[in-house]
């Protein structure tokens, strides 16, 4: 191989980039995505990322609805979201060039594939005409690359086919954006090397492109500067990459472990939910039980048949599924079982966006049941939250008997974060007891600080008893019809999930203590809205944020904290829920700032409306 | 260690809740022949487990001295199977009825046959929908006059052990409500059974749709309109036992034994012939005019259940991977140091 002339080069230092790769969704951008990504994450760079792709598997190759992105903010300082706009994009063909280019900062590096920008990809893309020659792209710093010739040209020796050979042109790009960063390629290729190990020829392949990439811009005069992001001062610790998924599998079966009873999944395939079943079903050694149920009804009654025998039940779903288990639900809080169900939400109604994120199930899981039927509601704020959502759920489930949900979105289901590991001693205790004495046992006596009623699983002698969705007679448990019974159990069910409350921490708001403006927030927003804070506060305005994990019931102290600022402001992924009940149940004339467009808020936009809402109050 | 099992009697089984099925209906007999069956099953009693989903005969588990959980219309299957697969060591029964099972609850029906999940599934079928007052039901003869239908049903019904048979069941039967000797005999079979044993048991409601099985239970036409069958034996009926089932092509024929015709020619019972389709020419007898409808164990084979699987793949995955290490699956992937 002839040896490249490496042209000396200027070298800056700075503190954050954004790149996005774009590409049609055969064209493997999720999976260059995350390679830079764990690299990113082994170099210390603090990061968030943001998949966003396609509802088709594969859309007709080349058109716009095609089309599948992975964006990855990177950074020395801490990184709330996947970032507004982006330093660098790869563009592997018209159709995703004409649906990202808006996002690209004035003057960021674009880098498009040319050879995928003939004829009939311009077609394909609905392009009238070409945005190579047209000079829309001025604006840029536009680098066209023959990224399909280049790979073969790098491969001809291996004696691929074509269509292998193309396969690897994303990392092409790959190597070309690791030179860009100056980032070792070394992680890469002991995935590489995992990843295809009985197959040591697409291996090589890719390495081969990657390293073609990296070459290309080092021999290419066009590239002038190479960017330096030094790591992050993130707390001291053992770290990992997460995503939301990952972390509710990881908790579950840490709670199971913490409570020391075997862990039931039923669950129904479900974008963006399913990768939690598939992460579970591997942890059999755990003595972890997965059943994928015929629909999310069996999902769920299957859950409350294990929680009944002494599991720890969950079940996992988004939105439609969600809907289909509502009436299971009522039956799990009528005969007072713990079960966790998780709502990864996407967006709707009905099939709507199945691939993109929404935050618009909180009203059904406060409210979606027949007849008076309350439940813990916890959300996860970021990705690694959801590890820690996963235990907090399962231990309130079962010290109160009661099924909990979880609210999570596709936005943390699929974006990943540096997590630090937590050690074993830091988990919380979950301490379980089945009821085993005869001795005065009643099916509904309960305990007086939970009011839970006792856990008397099939098989335990002498506790023969029967329980099921008939209202029940308070104490026995026995079929009940009686009105003033009826008036009481409804009552002692909404009142052991309002004691839950002794177990929910007083918030106290990021920012300032008091002032002007409160921004409160639940779910991911999370990102956007700290962001949006520090950025704000920086400016000397008097605002803070409250973040509610836990949304049923709410922090004792929240309407004591919503009265010591003159506005409130609550940015939601749908048209005002949380808003909605703060409203009712604080009387509080708070307003909403509300995006319901599968996609996570931008910091900017809730920047906008702390300005613009602090304009009026002034 | 050895644990000599109580010695238990129908009464152990009985509870102190007032049973609330209408006088005469036939599922106080279901119930008297299932208490009748438990004692002598030689299983704690603690170990038993009845649910159910709801309609009347799914008010069944309140009046069983068991553990027992009435859940949600059509979906006993699921909460069964979610309670066997993970507490295999117990006896769970599933009590449920016509639009139970087949209606509401088909889709869950089909997938625990299906997975030949160790439950007992007992099918009160009364061609009606009982609890909510006379609908017609999916086990109802096209043309049923009932409530919802005043000019009579549209629907052509399904035949209960056709459905299950066509989901590969295992163990199929049939019994019927009066005939408590035959159900004891028939229950004790089921809970012999590795597998799901899917029993429909011909029940009467007698408020709304009073004799829906007359013509096999009345006593000058049942021997006539029924046969008995059983393994081994050859498919006689009638009440002179003049009659027989034999093969003709690919389908059964009645004929009259005698006039050369002698037991040899006939089928002789085999429920554990791997091929459903024998069962299943079987259960198209019924309604088949000049065919009596059959009663007993169709089908009785042995096959893979989903929870002795899966149970079987956690222990396996614990054998050779050593007890998960918690600490080693949260640091798994690629960590690193931030000091
Ligand atoms: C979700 C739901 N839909 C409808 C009903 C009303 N419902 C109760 S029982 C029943 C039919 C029961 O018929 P079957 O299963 O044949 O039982 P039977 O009463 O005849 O024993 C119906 C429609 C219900 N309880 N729940
Ligand atoms: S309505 Fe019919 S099935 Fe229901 S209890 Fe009365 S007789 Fe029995
Ligand atoms: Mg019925």
Known sequence: ?618 | MTTTLPVYTKKDFQTDQEVRWCPGCGDYAILSAVQSVFPELGIPKEKFVVVSGIGCSSRFPYYMNTYGFHTIHGRAPAVATGLKLTRPDLEVWVATGDGDALSIGGNHTIHMIRRNVGLKVLLFNNKIYGLTKGQYSPTSEMGKKAKSTPYGSVDRPFNPLSLALGAEATFVARSVDVFQSHLKATLKRAAAHQGTAFIEILQNCNIFNDGAWENLTERDVRDDNTIAIEHGQPLVFGKNKDKGIRMDGLDLEVVALGNGITEKDLIIHDERHLNPAYAFLLSRMDGTPGFPTPLGVLRAIDAPRYEAGMNEQVRLAIQKKGQGDLTKLLRAGDTWEVR
């Open chain 1, 1 to 618: 191989m002839a040896t490249i002339e490496t042209l000396p080069r200027k070298r800056e230092t700075i503190e954050q980039a954004v790149i996005r790769f774009a590409g049609d969704s055969g064209d493997g951008m999720q999976i260059t995505g995350s390679q830079f990504t764990n690299t990113a994450a082994m170099l210390g760079n603090d990061l968030a990322t943001f998949p966003d792709f396609p509802a088709e598997i594969r859309a007709p190759a080349g058109t716009l609805p095609g089309v599948s992105g992975f964006q990855i903010n990177f950074s020395s300082r801490d990184v709330f979201t996947a970032g507004d706009a982006v330093d660098v994009l790869v563009a592997m063909n018209p159709a995703a060039l004409a649906t990202n280019v808006a996002d690209l900062k004035p003057g960021g590096i674009l880098i498009v594939n040319v050879d995928n920008f003939k004829e009939v990809d311009l077609k394909k893309a609905q392009a009238k005409t070409n945005p190579l020659e047209d000079h829309s792209l001025d604006g840029y710093r536009l680098f066209p690359v023959e990224l399909t010739k280049l790979t073969r040209l790098a491969l001809r020796d291996l004696g691929l086919d074509a269509k292998s050979m193309d396969r690897c042109k994303n990392f092409f790009a790959l190597g070309m954006c690791y030179w860009l960063y100056n980032r070792p390629m070394d992680h890469t290729y002991k995935w590489l090397d995992e990843k295809f190990g009985s197959k040591p020829v697409l291996a090589e392949a890719n390495k081969l492109a990657m390293k073609a990439g990296y070459a290309y811009c080092d021999a290419t005069e066009a590239f002038q500067v190479r960017y330096e992001v030094p790591a992050a001062k993130l707390e001291p610790g053992l770290y990992r990459n997460i995503s939301g998924n990952s972390a509710l599998a990881l908790g579950f079966v840490a709670a199971a472990r913490k409570a020391a009873i075997p862990l039931f999944q039923g669950s129904y395939p479900i974008t963006p939910a399913s990768d939690i079943l598939h992460e579970l079903s591997m942890y059999k050694e755990f003595g972890v039980m997965t059943f994928q149920a015929e629909d999310e009804i069996a999902a769920m009654t299957s859950a409350i048949g294990a929680a009944y025998g002494g599991a720890l039940a969950i079940t996992t779903t988004s939105g439609p599924g969600m809907a289909l288990k509502m009436e299971a639900i009522g039956l799990a809080i009528a005969v007072e079982l713990p079960i966790v169900i998780c709502d990864i939400q996407r967006g709707g109604p009905s099939t709507g966006l199945p691939t993109k994120t929404e935050q618009a199930d909180l009203l059904q899981a406060l409210y979606g049941r027949n007849s008076e039927a309350p439940v813990p509601v916890l959300a996860a704020a970021t990705p690694g939250d959801c590890f820690w959502m996963a235990l907090e759920a399962s231990r309130i489930a079962l010290k109160y008997m009661v099924p909990v949900i979880i609210l999570s979105d596709g936005y943390l289901a699929n974006g990943a974060e540096p997590w630090k590991i937590p050690a074993l001693e830091e988990l919380p205790e979950i301490p379980v007891k089945y009821r085993t004495e005869r001795e005065g046992f009643m099916p509904y006596s309960r305990d007086p600080n939970t009011l839970a009623r006792p856990w008397a699983v099939p098989g335990t002698p002498g506790l023969e008893h029967r329980i099921g969705g008939l209202e029940k007679q308070d104490v026995t448990g026995n079929v009940n019809y009686e009105p003033l019974n009826h008036e009481r159990m409804v009552r002692l069910r909404a009142a052991k999930v309002a004691a839950v409350v002794q177990d929910v921490p007083d918030v106290v708001p990021a920012g300032d203590p008091d002032g002007d403006l409160l921004l409160v927030g639940w779910g991911s927003t999370f990102g956007p809205i700290t962001a949006a804070l520090g950025a704000q506060r920086a400016r000397g305005r008097r605002i803070g944020h409250v973040h509610l994990r836990h949304l049923n019931p709410l922090p004792k102290n929240l309407g004591e904290v919503l009265k010591r600022y003159r506005k409130v402001v609550v940015p939601e992924m749908n048209l005002g829920q949380l808003l909605w009940v703060l409203r009712a149940k604080y009387l509080v004339d708070a307003e909403g700032l509300n995006k319901i467009q599968g996609k996570p808020f931008k910091q900017s936009e809730v920047e906008a409306k702390i300005e613009e809402t602090l304009r009026e109050i002034r």
